[in-house]
C-alpha cells in the first residue's frame, strides 16, 4: 500500500469521522486492540505476571496505550501505565473516554505527572515489556523534560520495546530524529505505512501495519 504522511492520515481519520461516521474512539479501540495482539502474539503464553509498563503522553497515541493496556489485562500480565502529564492535560474526548475506564480498573496501576520520581523510573528499569507511546505522529519541536528523560530511559532498559505507530522523536515524513527517540523492536502503525518509518528502521525495528476500521471510502480527495 502507498505510504502517507502525517497530515495525509489526518485527514483520512477526519473524513472516517466527519463523512462516514466511524468515530475517532472507535479507531482508537481497534488500534489498541491490535496493540494488545501484536504483544499477544509474539510471547504467546508467557505474559503471565510480565512487567509491562505503558507510557503515555496526554494525546492519541495515549489514548491507544491506555486501550491497549486494558486489554492485556486478560492475560494477567503486571500492567502500569505512566501518564506523562496530568489527566487535565489528556486532550482529546477518546483519550478521556479511556482514562477513565483506567481509573476504575483495579487490575492496572495507573500513575501519572509532569516529574519521573523513583517510582517511574523503578518501574521503566525493571520492565519486561515496554509500551511506547508518548508521541507518535503528532511530534513538533524540541523534545523537552520529562519526555527526553523518559525516552534515554527506555533505551537504556533490557525490555522489549513497542512503539505506537511511530517511535517517540521519529518524524512520521522524514523519519528525522528529533534529538532522542525510542529505539524500538517493533512498531505497530496504523492504516497504512508512515513514510518516515521507511527511512529510518533503525529505530522502527520491524513494522506491524493495523488496520483500526477505516474504510477505503475516507481516503477519496486524500490520496
Known amino acids: 500500500m502507498k505510504p502517507i504522511t502525517s497530515d495525509q ?4 481519520e477526519d473524513n472516517s469521522h466527519n463523512l462516514i461516521g466511524m ?9 489498541g486492540h491490535g496493540i494488545a495482539d501484536f504483544i499477544v502474539n509474539k510471547f504467546k503464553n508467557r505474559l503471565k505476571n510480565e512487567k509491562i509498563v505503558v507510557l503515555c503522553g496526554t494525546g492519541n497515541n495515549g489514548g491507544d496505550g491506555f486501550v491497549a493496556s486494558r486489554h492485556l489485562t486478560c492475560y494477567a500480565a503486571d500492567i502500569t501505565v505512566i501518564l506523562i502529564g496530568l489527566p487535565s492535560f489528556i486532550r482529546s ?11 476504575k480498573m483495579d487490575s492496572i496501576k495507573i500513575i501519572f505527572g509532569k516529574d519521573l520520581n523513583e517510582d517511574i523510573k523503578a518501574k521503566i528499569t525493571k520492565a519486561d515489556i515496554i509500551i511506547d507511546g ?11 523534560y520529562p519526555n527526553n528523560h523518559a525516552i534515554d530511559l527506555i533505551n537504556s532498559s533490557r525490555a522489549y520495546i513497542l512503539s505506537i505507530d511511530v517511535p517517540s522523536g521519529l518524524d512520521p515524513d522524514t523519519g528525522q530524529v528529533h534529538e ?9 502503525t496504523f492504516h497504512r505505512m508512515k513514510m518516515g ?11 506491524h501495519i493495523e488496520c483500526i476500521g477505516i474504510p477505503p471510502e475516507a481516503e477519496r480527495g486524500v490520496l
Open 9 to 12: 492520515m489526518y485527514r483520512i
Open 23 to 31: 468515530q475517532r474512539v472507535y479507531m482508537m479501540e481497534n488500534a
Open 93 to 103: 474526548e477518546e483519550a478521556n473516554i479511556n482514562w477513565k475506564i483506567l481509573e
Open 134 to 144: 508518548i508521541f507518535g505522529t503528532g511530534i513538533r519541536g524540541e523534545i523537552r
Open 180 to 188: 532522542k527517540c525510542v529505539k524500538a523492536d517493533a512498531t505497530v
Open 197 to 207: 518509518l521507511l527511512r529510518n528502521k533503525k529505530f522502527t525495528g520491524i513494522i
